[in-house]
Structure formats: C-alpha cells, structure tokens
C-alpha cells in the first residue's frame, strides 16, 4: 500500500498557508507548512516530501533563482511555483528548470484547487509507476539491486516485514564482503550452512566457493 503523498507548503502569509493545509488536508493528504525559506529547508532535510508549494515572496528573491536553488537541492522533488511574475518567459524558465506547475498571484482560491489537484494526480500517477517497477525489480534485479532498492525503502520509513529485514541484512552482508559466503556468516554471526539455507529462503544466487 502507498504512503500518504506528502506536501510541504511553503508560504509568508499565515492565514493562506493555513487556509491551503486545512483544504489539503481535508483531502487525505500529509501536510506540513513552513513560513520561512530556513523553516521550509529543514523540514525537507526530515522528511520525505513529494510536492513542495512555493510562494516565491517567502524569502522576496526572484521565484525562478528560488526554484532553481530548491531543485538543486532536490532534483527529484515535484514544485508548483506561486509568483506574481506573469511574463512567458518566466513561466518557460520555470518549467524548464522542472516547476510542474506555474501559478500567477494574485489568483482565485478555485484556481489554487484546480492546479493543486491536477499536480497531485500526476504525482499519484509517478507513485504508482514506480511502485510497479519496484515490484518488478524485486522479481527479476541483481542482488546489488535488490539492496539498493531495500535500501531506499528503509531510508524512506516503509513499513518493513521481518522477512524483508532478514532478507535486507543478509543481503547487505553478501554485498559487503563480495559474496563470500563464509565472510559474510560470520558478520551475521550464523553458520555457513545456516546462511546458505537462508539464500535458498530469499532465492539468492549461490556462488560455488572453492
């Protein structure tokens, strides 16, 4: 099951920003706010968010210097620009620079509803193509895949099963000594039968050893 999409908004004025949360949240999303660029940067140090809404006046610089800045930083997260700068090219440098979404202030709450949801689905949409291809690594990756894919979940806060932390250690454990298999028993602190046994459990390749 997918984790709740998280949202950071990141916004001066007081009341919009909470006016903005109390309609994202009533729509089933995890929200957080920020008032200040400093305020915004730690939360997206802490936790993992998915769509950041930024309102270029938070810190007064040029919304398109902001967004680059942001991007730098996370390349991967999702945007919607709010900037009063309505000319077409500063809407094209900030879709290019990846802004999902450009929103020209001052707007309608009605238009901040339709742009939101329509990002959102597009976000939802990139969860689920990417749970799918999750899915297919854990089928048919390479054990170094595997891990890393672990790897990312645990990183993220997923929910993992005891089996998936077993598989996860075993794995990290392999990796670290090449696959060597009396090594990597002797991290885990089981016999080199006991971690074959478990290979065969999780369907790791065997190596023969010499």
């Not at 297919?136 to 997923?158: F, T, V």
């Not at 075993?170 to 090449?178: D, I």
Request: net charge positive; glycine share 4%; hydrophobic share 40%.
């Amino acid at each position: 099951m997918l984790k709740k999409i998280t949202i950071l908004i990141l916004d001066t004025e007081l009341n919009s920003c909470e006016e903005k949360q109390e309609f994202l949240q009533n729509k089933g999303y995890c929200v957080f706010t920020a008032n200040t660029l400093r305020q915004g940067l730690s939360t997206l140090k802490t936790q993992e968010i998915d769509l950041l809404i930024l309102d270029s006046g938070t810190t007064g610089k040029n919304g398109i210097v902001l967004l680059r800045e942001v991007k730098k930083l996370y390349p991967r997260l999702e945007v919607i620009l709010l900037s009063f700068q309505a000319d077409m090219e500063s809407v094209t440098k900030a879709l290019r620079l990846g802004a999902l979404d450009y929103i020209r202030k001052p707007f309608t709450f009605v238009d901040f509803q339709i742009a939101i949801l329509r990002t959102l689905k597009f976000v939802e949409l990139k969860r689920k193509i990417e749970a799918m291809e999750e899915r297919n690594l854990l089928l048919s990756g390479s054990p170094e895949e595997k891990i890393d894919l672990h790897l990312k979940r645990e990183i993220r806060g997923e929910t993992l099963t005891t089996q998936d932390k077993e598989m996860l250690l075993l794995r990290k454990a392999l990796k670290e000594k090449s696959f060597n298999q009396k090594a990597a028993a002797e991290v885990l602190g089981i016999s080199r039968d006991a971690l074959i046994r478990r290979m065969k459990k999780y369907n790791i390749r065997i190596k023969k050893e010499d």
